[in-house]
């Protein structure tokens, strides 16, 4: 026999489709339209047999009538006149007795994709859109889907949309879901199919008769309907509340979106209902076979746990990872468990995680070790103790990681410095990649004075700064070795000089030698402003940085419920490295504002001007601000927009800190190195207000869980509070405003300070009024740009969330 992919091997099979003696054996004209179709699919060209399979369509074999049309939709592209001669045939087709071959005649003829075959496809459509086969009627509702992508910009036919509307009561539910998506795709440009309440009922009451996949679509439909009374909306949740428990998991995934969208900002409470009734079928998909549904689980889980913190915790255990899982997989559990940590598990989690700080893959040893140092920012002692051991394997994967998260450790929790910086007496021989190198440097810089080996391994990195290549490690090792020099000049001095001098002179890169330049030029300026610059001020120790992700509300993320958006965000739930911030507040913390004149001002006494209050800039005086009536997170603008608070994009602690004490004129009205038109221009973008409030007995020895709660639910973040029973105390908190409106404005990002210090300013005089010594509340905040709509009802809505534990005005 020819080789089944030459010329004489096409000619073969030609020579076998025409024989006469072939065609009158059934089973041999069968065999033969199979070694086509074979050859086909092993790649070989059999294009020019188009003519002789056409014939063979024209049989009552409804084997050989598949393998035929096989042949013919795959090259019907390239044979658009030929194919002409198979439309008679297949409407034939669609009028036979046997409706298996109506339904495969319809199928193919659809199938063909020739755009000028349509005036012929559309009337045996049509027809079978009322044939008394379910198996007929299947295909041809998808059939008028296929004809419209065939010609998009055509226009619809609205009789043939009537009908898919009127097919949705079909008594075949698979005939009901065809017509669901095929509506969706012809009405695409109009926002789908159109569900009314008749719609809506009937697809509900129907449910249980579709199959997995008719089921999600329907419920995906369903998200589209509002229900017209919160009866009606309680009567669809009771119904799709067994679906809740479906041991199908797409279907408990897609009933679960169609209940967060149904109940959205109105009934939180039934959404948290169906998060948690939900999480059994979760867990069992997180010990899935299949690591993709495994892996979509996971995403999933953490999509709950971000307005659930503690759903999960008691079944912590499942997510510990299998010796045979893949890498990505164990690095989501990680992310898990780290969210899933409490008083209760954390000494288990801590020698789960420890285990796998050795794995062979150097990913997962190296996630293992960041996951500790996350849990680090709450249990810092036990942590510690586990990451500083790692140190003695003297494993480069591992010594560098566990550099980076020390680094990260002593940035928000700088109680841990002095441990650190005993941990890294020798490892920098076994640091070889520059993130490493760069977090070594760092805390060199920073704790250069507790480290006794710091100036000397400066020296070290310096000897070999030619052959260095990262510049982020050069720049580290700059700024380094001046801030080390400020504090041990002796020892430093000399290495300085020498790392000036090669940075100035023999540097290529040109961001290094600017920053040499730039210190070099400052040490001329004198060790007093060299140290203003490099040793500023220091994250305040008796601040605990709130650990992990705050409770949001579910409405925050409902959307992107069964969707690939959770797939596509890699790091969710893992906190980043400390980041650059793009920008700096320029702000004035003088006091500017009395917040509860501007909120009050005619209340018990005539308003005077004075009661216009200014929001006070560095830059030129801002108009008067009328107060407004509040709408708790919604507050009115004058103009009659709408004021929103939004906890998105978060803020990191770093960034938090940067933008806070960052600036031309920090916290104490230190002037900044910064140009003149540089300061103006970002003054006129800034505003500062501060005022003192009467704080009640509640709020007198610590900030209570109450008052994290209200301005949660004011959608006001807390980033960080003192720890309890300290005075003073204070809240660290921000925000996002959006003004809507006829003439609506941008974002703006409001950060917020609540200190309580045990007395007021001004006491003095009050004593020396007769009054006695109060107590009070300072409110300090800061706005970027400027808004002033958006300041004042950001500070109508803090006043309402700090009323229950304020006692008026001090």
Same mark, same amino acid.
């Given at each position: 026999?020819p080789y089944?992919g030459g010329?004489?091997?096409v000619?073969?099979?030609?020579?076998?489709?025409?024989?006469?003696?072939v065609?009158?054996?059934?089973?041999?004209?069968?065999?033969?339209?199979l070694?086509?179709?074979?050859?086909?699919?092993?790649?070989?060209?059999?294009a020019?047999l188009?003519?002789?399979?056409?014939?063979?369509?024209?049989?009552?074999?409804?084997?050989?009538?598949?393998?035929?049309y096989?042949?013919?939709?795959?090259?019907?592209?390239?044979?658009q006149?030929?194919?002409?001669l198979v439309i008679?045939?297949?409407?034939?087709?669609?009028?036979?007795?046997?409706p298996m071959?109506?339904?495969?005649?319809?199928?193919?003829?659809?199938n063909?994709?020739?755009?000028?075959?349509?005036?012929?496809?559309?009337q045996?459509?049509?027809?079978?859109?009322?044939?008394?086969a379910?198996?007929?009627r299947?295909?041809?509702?998808?059939g008028?889907?296929?004809l419209?992508?065939l010609?998009p910009?055509?226009?619809?036919?609205?009789?043939v949309?009537?009908?898919?509307?009127?097919?949705?009561?079909?008594?075949?539910?698979?005939?009901?879901?065809?017509c669901?998506r095929?509506?969706?795709?012809?009405?695409k440009?109009?926002?789908?199919?159109?569900?009314?309440?008749?719609?809506?009922?009937?697809?509900?009451?129907?449910?249980?008769?579709?199959?997995?996949?008719?089921?999600?679509e329907?419920?995906?439909?369903?998200?589209?309907?509002?229900?017209?009374?919160?009866e009606e909306?309680f009567?669809?949740l009771s119904?799709?509340?067994?679906?809740?428990? =479906?041991?199908?998991?797409p279907?408990?995934?897609?009933?679960?979106?169609?209940?967060?969208?149904?109940?959205?900002r109105?009934?939180?409470?039934?959404?948290?209902?169906?998060?948690?009734?939900?999480?059994g079928?979760l867990?069992?998909?997180?010990?899935?076979?299949s690591q993709e549904?495994?892996?979509?689980a996971?995403c999933?889980?953490q999509l709950l746990?971000?307005?659930l913190p503690g759903l999960?915790?008691?079944?912590? +255990?499942?997510f510990?990872?299998g010796?045979a899982?893949?890498?990505y997989?164990?690095?989501?559990?990680?992310q898990?468990?780290?969210?899933?940590?409490?008083?209760?598990?954390?000494?288990?989690?801590?020698d789960?995680l420890?285990?796998?700080?050795?794995?062979?893959?150097?990913?997962t040893?190296?996630?293992?070790? &960041?996951?500790?140092g996350?849990?680090g920012?709450s249990?810092?002692?036990q942590?510690?103790?586990?990451?500083?051991?790692?140190l003695?394997? +003297?494993?480069?994967h591992?010594?560098s990681?566990?550099?980076?998260?020390?680094?990260?450790?002593?940035?928000?929790?700088?109680?841990?410095?002095?441990?650190?910086?005993?941990?890294?007496e *020798?490892?920098?021989?076994t640091?070889?990649?520059?993130?490493g190198r760069?977090?070594l440097?760092w805390?060199l *810089?920073?704790?250069?004075?507790?480290?006794?080996s710091?100036?000397?391994?400066?020296?070290a990195?310096?000897e070999?700064?030619?052959?260095?290549?990262?510049a982020?490690?050069?720049t580290?090792?700059l700024t380094?070795?001046?801030r080390?020099?400020?504090?041990r000049?002796?020892?430093?001095?000399d290495?300085l000089?020498?790392?000036?001098?090669?940075?100035?002179?023999?540097?290529a890169?040109?961001?290094?030698?600017?920053?040499a330049?730039?210190?070099?030029?400052?040490?001329?300026?004198?060790i007093?402003?060299t140290r203003s610059?490099l040793?500023?001020?220091?994250s305040?120790?008796?601040?605990?940085?709130?650990i992990g992700?705050?409770a !949001?509300?579910?409405?925050?993320?409902?959307?992107?419920?069964?969707?690939?958006e959770?797939?596509r965000?890699?790091n969710?739930?893992?906190?980043?490295?400390?980041q650059?911030v793009?920008?700096?507040?320029?702000?004035?913390?003088?006091p =500017?504002?009395?917040?509860c004149?501007?909120?009050?001002p005619?209340?018990?006494r !005539?308003?005077?001007?004075?009661?216009s209050?200014n929001l006070?800039?560095?830059?030129?005086?801002a108009g008067?601000?009328?107060p407004?009536?509040?709408a708790?997170?919604l507050?009115?603008?004058?103009?009659?927009?709408?004021? &929103?608070?939004?906890?998105?994009?978060?803020?990191?602690?770093?960034q938090f800190?940067?933008l806070?004490?960052?600036?031309?004129?920090g916290?104490h009205g230190?002037?900044g190195a910064?140009?003149?038109?540089e300061?103006e221009?970002?003054?006129?973008e800034?505003?500062?207000?501060?005022?003192?409030m009467?704080?009640?007995?509640a709020?007198?020895? &610590?900030?209570?869980?109450?008052l994290?709660?209200?301005l949660q639910?004011?959608?006001?973040?807390?980033?960080?509070?003192t720890p309890?029973?300290?005075?003073?105390?204070?809240?660290?908190?921000?925000?996002?405003?959006?003004?809507?409106?006829?003439?609506?404005? *941008?974002p703006t990002?409001?950060?917020?300070?609540?200190?309580?210090?045990?007395?007021l300013?001004?006491?003095q005089?009050?004593?020396?009024?007769?009054? *006695?010594?109060e107590?009070?509340l300072?409110v300090?905040?800061k706005q970027?740009?400027?808004?002033?709509?958006a300041?004042?009802?950001?500070?109508?809505?803090l006043?309402?969330?700090l009323?229950?534990f304020?006692?008026?005005?001090?």
């Amino acid at each position: 026999m020819p080789y089944l992919g030459g010329e004489e091997a096409v000619k073969e099979l030609r020579r076998a489709l025409s024989n006469p003696h072939v065609q009158g054996d059934p089973l041999r004209y069968r065999s033969t339209v199979l070694r086509v179709i074979r050859a086909m699919s092993q790649g070989a060209d059999v294009a020019g047999l188009f003519s002789e399979m056409v014939k063979a369509c024209a049989t009552a074999d409804v084997v050989q009538k598949k393998l035929v049309y096989v042949f013919l939709c795959s090259y019907a592209s390239l044979n658009q006149e030929l194919s002409l001669l198979v439309i008679n045939t297949l409407r034939k087709d669609c009028q036979d007795a046997n409706p298996m071959v109506r339904s495969l005649a319809l199928r193919n003829m659809t199938n063909l994709r020739l755009p000028s075959l349509v005036e012929y496809v559309q009337q045996p459509l049509t027809a079978g859109l009322r044939d008394r086969a379910a198996c007929v009627r299947r295909v041809a509702v998808l059939g008028w889907a296929k004809l419209h992508s065939l010609q998009p910009h055509a226009d619809i036919d609205a009789a043939v949309v009537n009908e898919l509307y009127s097919m949705l009561r079909d008594g075949d539910p698979v005939v009901m879901v065809n017509c669901l998506r095929a509506l969706e795709e012809i009405l695409k440009e109009e926002g789908g199919v159109a569900v009314n309440k008749a719609i809506a009922h009937h697809l509900l009451n129907r449910l249980k008769e579709c199959d997995v996949w008719g089921q999600c679509e329907v419920l995906g439909v369903l998200q589209r309907y509002r229900p017209h009374t919160e009866e009606e909306l309680f009567d669809i949740l009771s119904l799709l509340d067994p679906c809740l428990l =479906s041991p199908n998991v797409p279907v408990m995934a897609a009933t679960l979106a169609l209940f967060l969208s149904l109940c959205g900002r109105g009934l939180p409470a039934v959404s948290l209902a169906a998060l948690q009734r939900a999480q059994g079928p979760l867990l069992a998909a997180c010990g899935s076979a299949s690591q993709e549904m495994k892996f979509t689980a996971l995403c999933h889980v953490q999509l709950l746990l971000r307005s659930l913190p503690g759903l999960m915790g008691e079944h912590y +255990k499942r997510f510990f990872c299998g010796y045979a899982e893949p890498a990505y997989i164990k690095q989501r559990k990680m992310q898990v468990l780290v969210e899933l940590v409490n008083d209760d598990n954390v000494g288990f989690v801590l020698d789960e995680l420890k285990g796998y700080c050795t794995d062979v893959s150097p990913d997962t040893a190296q996630a293992a070790i &960041s996951a500790i140092g996350r849990i680090g920012r709450s249990y810092s002692d036990q942590c510690l103790e586990i990451v500083t051991g790692l140190l003695a394997l +003297k494993q480069e994967h591992i010594t560098s990681v566990v550099v980076q998260t020390m680094r990260d450790l002593v940035w928000v929790c700088p109680q841990c410095s002095e441990s650190v910086c005993e941990a890294l007496e *020798g490892c920098e021989d076994t640091l070889q990649d520059s993130q490493g190198r760069q977090a070594l440097l760092w805390l060199l *810089g920073v704790h250069g004075d507790r480290v006794s080996s710091a100036p000397y391994v400066l020296e070290a990195f310096v000897e070999q700064v030619r052959s260095e290549m990262a510049a982020g490690v050069k720049t580290e090792l700059l700024t380094a070795t001046m801030r080390v020099f400020l504090c041990r000049p002796a020892e430093t001095q000399d290495t300085l000089g020498r790392l000036l001098h090669h940075c100035i002179e023999e540097e290529a890169d040109m961001s290094v030698r600017d920053l040499a330049l730039l210190y070099y030029r400052l040490l001329h300026c004198g060790i007093e402003e060299t140290r203003s610059v490099l040793q500023g001020r220091r994250s305040d120790p008796s601040l605990g940085v709130l650990i992990g992700r705050p409770a !949001e509300p579910v409405s925050q993320w409902a959307r992107s419920f069964n969707t690939l958006e959770p797939l596509r965000q890699c790091n969710t739930g893992a906190e980043s490295a400390p980041q650059a911030v793009p920008y700096h507040l320029a702000l004035d913390p003088k006091p =500017s504002l009395d917040l509860c004149d501007a909120l009050t001002p005619g209340q018990g006494r !005539e308003q005077t001007a004075a009661d216009s209050v200014n929001l006070l800039l560095p830059g030129p005086s801002a108009g008067p601000l009328a107060p407004g009536p509040s709408a708790g997170p919604l507050a009115p603008g004058s103009g009659g927009g709408q004021l &929103s608070l939004s906890l998105s994009p978060a803020l990191s602690p770093q960034q938090f800190e940067r933008l806070w004490l960052g600036g031309p004129q920090g916290p104490h009205g230190e002037p900044g190195a910064r140009g003149q038109e540089e300061e103006e221009e970002e003054e006129e973008e800034c505003v500062c207000v501060q005022q003192w409030m009467g704080v009640s007995a509640a709020l007198r020895l &610590s900030p209570p869980p109450p008052l994290q709660a209200a301005l949660q639910q004011a959608h006001i973040q807390t980033m960080a509070f003192t720890p309890p029973h300290t005075l003073p105390w204070r809240v660290y908190l921000y925000t996002h405003t959006q003004r809507g409106g006829p003439l609506p404005r *941008g974002p703006t990002l409001v950060l917020g300070e609540l200190l309580y210090t045990g007395a007021l300013e001004g006491d003095q005089e009050r004593e020396g009024e007769g009054g *006695g010594s109060e107590r009070g509340l300072r409110v300090t905040v800061k706005q970027r740009p400027r808004d002033d709509e958006a300041m004042r009802g950001f500070l109508q809505v803090l006043s309402d969330a700090l009323h229950p534990f304020s006692t008026g005005r001090c």
